[in-house]
């Protein structure tokens, strides 16, 4: 038999092998294939019908809002919009561009949502003047504002297990060009097919087999969805069937609008550590810091260029491959007419336009968003917040909190190499409000670790003495800051048997001192003659007043700061000064809002009643003895005396920790510095907490303090004596008084310099 009729047998021989298995495999296609396109469809269904997305919780900072009047510096003002993403541009006609010259800002606003509702896209002109805002106006038909608010910048993201960054929008939020670009350059024929193009698949193939490798594909965009929604990227053939069946499943239950809108939110473009950006609006914002309907034509081309390879067209990391890229799909544009010459010619010509800095911010307050979690946690519990794409408004002013931790760092890298484990830690709040402007929790800002602001519990030494001082003073029958104290040694027996003597920090007794100037110097021995008098029992209540969560014990140290409170617990108690003798809660919220837009909660300012304002007015008063002349007085020796700012120094036993509590107008600084390991550091108030505030208020635009005179009365007095003197007299001094409660026995000049003849004292 010749090779020639062997091989035309062969076919013959084969069938007698193979029809069996063919004529079985026949047999049970029809009754295989329905049950799997069933078991397909079932699963298509229960995914696609309640489709959702696990969307992560996005956190914001407070809108900054701008108003005539308000201390406000250009360097401040930058900080701010470089936070919110706001790029430099000479037109500042697009939303998120800004322009400046020389002291005029010009903003292009974005549109947002916050807890106060929709904000539309606006251009507003801004105009400064000696650290202040001159005037606020709209920059297109110059009319004067009351004050214009900009969008806030977004500091974190909670995420969930799937670590996925998406903006969930409807097809109609998304820019024409976009929409229609994405067919015209993935898939052409989309309005047409059914999930399948074979004529495309058909074309991809003719064109790998010329060119010897892949160079063309030939899925549809209901194929790339099924294949990011259900299936993995094998090559098998299993998977490219699944792929064409649920394809034609979807096209079969769903219309096209759904399809595409559904691709457009979950098509995968880019990533940052360990977060992956899925669809259009996500990416808008991670590349561009703008909202997708504010894409202009070039860019619009860049997102629809890197669906084809997010990292291959990478814009930061292949600018080169991106830019290339982008102008292929602008000429696809122009191709299919839906941009015209002029539009492709100026489109190529522009730049990326990339922002520096990627939307996905780091989470680098981490001991702010401690506060906010923890602030959170009644409302929304942790699977909520990663889940359900909720929007956190919070009260973080990025300017403060930049200028609070240079400042802070400032301070520590200043006090040498044998510091090294100096630790700090600082609260900044609204004097008035009690939001938590800036929080920093360790000597690295960016440390997620133990969070001192919050969690670290050390001794306030002297921080306590204003509290005394307000316990006597709601007692003006008794009480005043022109009252004498006995600043005497103390010699008093413990209950287990040992001596407590206290001493000054000078190791001086300074005989009878009045009231203000034993705060103004920090004298311990008089304040512990004061609190006795006055009874341990209504300092701790006072104290406990604050629902600060900590043991007060009723011993007499107590009146030197034997307590250990958080900084943002002695910010809490402070607050009570810095808002005129009113109890403000601290917070760090503002608002929550919905995927939807929909507000959620509002957490507004909810101050005490205010019983003891004149009180504290007076303790407020001579807070601001203590900076201008006791032991603050370098904060005025530094040029910040105009700020007539308020505030007490306070150190603990063997120089372990050095606070300062310190407040303007408009902000409240608390800072602590210290050892983990609670070894002496040698550091006073005034090289740690004093020095820091110092740094912080040369940067931070601040009003400058004015204490209310309703219900005060200023009288002068001799302070040796307490009594009502004029004002030409030797030593006299203006000091206020309760109304109704000023000395009535009068110490003229006469009289005192008879006294001081027959004392010697001439």
């Known amino acids: 038999m010749s090779f020639l009729s062997g091989l035309l047998q062969t076919p013959g021989f084969l069938w007698r092998w193979l029809r069996v298995p063919f004529w079985l495999g026949l047999g049970f296609a029809p009754g295989f294939l329905p049950l799997y396109v069933h078991n397909l469809d079932a699963q298509l269904r229960s995914r696609f019908d309640d489709f959702s997305w696990d969307l992560p919780s996005r956190v914001y900072a407070r809108p900054l809002e701008l108003r005539a009047g308000m201390p406000m510096s250009a360097d401040t003002l930058l900080l701010e919009l470089d936070a919110a993403r706001y790029e430099a541009d000479a037109a500042a006609k697009v939303p998120g561009t800004y322009a400046r010259n020389g002291a005029k800002f010009v903003i292009a606003r974005r549109a947002f949502v916050d807890a106060q509702g929709a904000q539309k896209p606006r251009r507003v002109a801004v105009v400064l003047t000696a650290n202040a805002v001159a005037s606020v106006g709209d920059a297109d038909t110059g009319a004067t504002l009351d004050y214009a608010r900009l969008d806030p910048a977004r500091i974190a993201t909670l995420y969930g297990s799937e670590q996925e960054e998406r903006r969930v929008v409807k097809l109609e939020q998304l820019p024409p060009l976009l929409v229609a670009g994405l067919q015209a350059v993935e898939d052409r024929e989309f309005k047409h097919h059914h999930g399948i193009n074979t004529f495309a698949i058909a074309r ?52 096209k609008h759904r399809i595409l809108e559904t691709y457009c939110n979950e098509v995968f473009l880019g990533q940052q550590g360990g977060q992956a950006v899925h669809g259009f609006a996500a990416a808008a914002e991670f590349y561009f810091g703008r909202d997708a309907k504010d894409l202009k034509p ?107 931790e240079a400042a802070l760092t400032k301070t520590l890298d200043g006090l040498g190499k044998k510091q090294a484990e100096t630790q700090g830690a600082m609260v900044v709040t609204g004097a008035r409000d009690g939001e938590v402007q800036a929080l920093i929790g360790a000597r690295d800002p960016a440390d997620p670790g133990f969070n001192r602001a919050l969690d670290a519990r ?37 209950p287990n048997g040992s001596r407590w003597t206290p001493q000054n920090d000078d190791h001086e007794s300074h005989g009878q001192v009045p009231m203000i100037d034993v705060l103004a110097h920090s004298y311990n021995l008089a304040t512990v003659h004061l609190g006795l008098a006055l009874g341990l029992a209504k300092i701790r209540g006072l104290l406990e007043s604050f629902g600060l969560d900590a043991e007060i014990n009723p011993n007499p140290s107590l009146l030197l700061g034997a307590v250990d409170l958080s900084p943002f617990q002695v910010a809490q108690m402070y ?48 807070m601001q003895d203590v900076v201008e002349r006791g032991t603050a007085h370098a904060i005025s020796d530094q040029g910040l005396g105009g700020l007539h700012a308020a505030g007490k120094t306070g150190t603990s036993d063997s120089q372990r920790d050095a606070w300062f509590a310190g407040f303007t107008g408009s902000h409240l600084a608390v800072i602590w510095v210290g050892r983990d390991d609670n070894k ?60 109704g409660f000023a000395p009535t026995a009068a110490d003229h000049c006469v009289m005192q310099e008879i006294r001081s003849i027959f004392s010697g004292n001439q």
């Open 458 to 494: 050390r001794p306030i030494g002297s921080l306590v003495k204003p509290f005394v001082n307000l316990v006597a003073l709601a007692q003006p029958d008794k009480y005043s800051l022109a009252t004498l104290l006995d600043d005497l040694p103390v010699d008093m027996a413990m």
């Open 204 to 255: 991809a193939l003719l064109a790998n087999l010329f060119a010897g490798h892949a160079v063309q594909g030939g899925s549809t965009l209901t194929q790339q969805l099924v294949k990011n929604l259900f299936l993995d990227n094998s090559r098998k053939f299993t998977r490219k069937f699944n792929e064409a069946i649920i394809a034609l499943l979807i096209e079969a239950r769903y219309d």
């Open 680 to 739: 002496v550091t040698g550091l006073w108030s005034w090289s740690g907490g004093v020095a820091t505030w110092v740094a912080l208020f040369k940067k931070l635009p601040s009003a400058p303090l004015t204490v209310p005179l309703d219900g005060i009365e200023m009288v002068t007095v001799n302070p040796q004596s307490g009594e009502r003197t004029d004002e030409q007299c030797t030593g006299a001094r203006q000091l206020p008084f309760m109304a």
């Open 575 to 622: 607050q009570y000064f810095a808002a005129d003798g009113h109890a403000l809660p601290l917070r760090a919220l503002r608002g929550v809002v919905d995927a939807h837009g929909k507000p959620l909660a509002r957490y507004g300012v909810k101050s005490g009643a205010g019983n003891y304002i004149q009180p504290a007015r007076l303790v407020t008063f001579a």
């Open 298 to 404: 070039a860019e619009i081309a860049l997102l629809v260029g890197m669906v084809k390879g997010p990292s291959l067209y990478d814009p930061r990391r292949n600018p080169e491959l991106a830019l290339n890229r982008r102008n292929v799909v602008l000429a696809s544009f122009h191709d299919t007419g839906l941009i015209d010459a002029d539009t492709l010619k100026s489109a190529r010509a522009e730049k990326l336009g990339v922002a520096d800095t990627p939307g996905l911010p780091r989470n680098r307050y981490p001991a702010f968003l401690d506060l906010v979690r923890q602030q959170l946690t009644n409302d929304y519990p942790d699977a909520q917040l990663q889940r359900a794409g909720l929007v956190v408004y919070t009260t973080l002013a990025p300017s403060t909190q930049a200028f609070a």
